[in-house]
């Protein structure tokens, strides 16, 4: 069963990316967007796991990350 995530935009509820696949989760879904270079500005990423994460390449400014578990993603440049 394929699952379905969208990413939304915090300020007006806007989706900014989605992507369906077999045990899918947030932290796929954002990898997804950022290699094909979604804009994510104003992402609604709160709570999301993105332990680990390579967010390096990701513009996330106006992004909210209240309570996101960043703990050694990679974010230079992000």
């Known amino acids: 069963m394929k699952i379905k995530i ?11 990316f989605e992507y369906e696949s077999e045990n899918n989760t947030i932290k796929e879904t954002l990898l997804e967007a950022i290699e094909k270079k979604a804009d994510l500005r104003s992402a609604n990423l709160s709570s999301a796991d993105l332990r680990s994460a390579d967010l390096r390449s990701a513009n996330l400014s106006s992004a909210n990350l209240r309570s996101a578990d960043l703990s050694s993603a990679e974010l ?3």
């Open 6 to 16: 969208q990413i939304k935009s915090w300020l007006n509820g806007e989706i900014l």
């Open 76 to 78: 230079s440049s992000a």
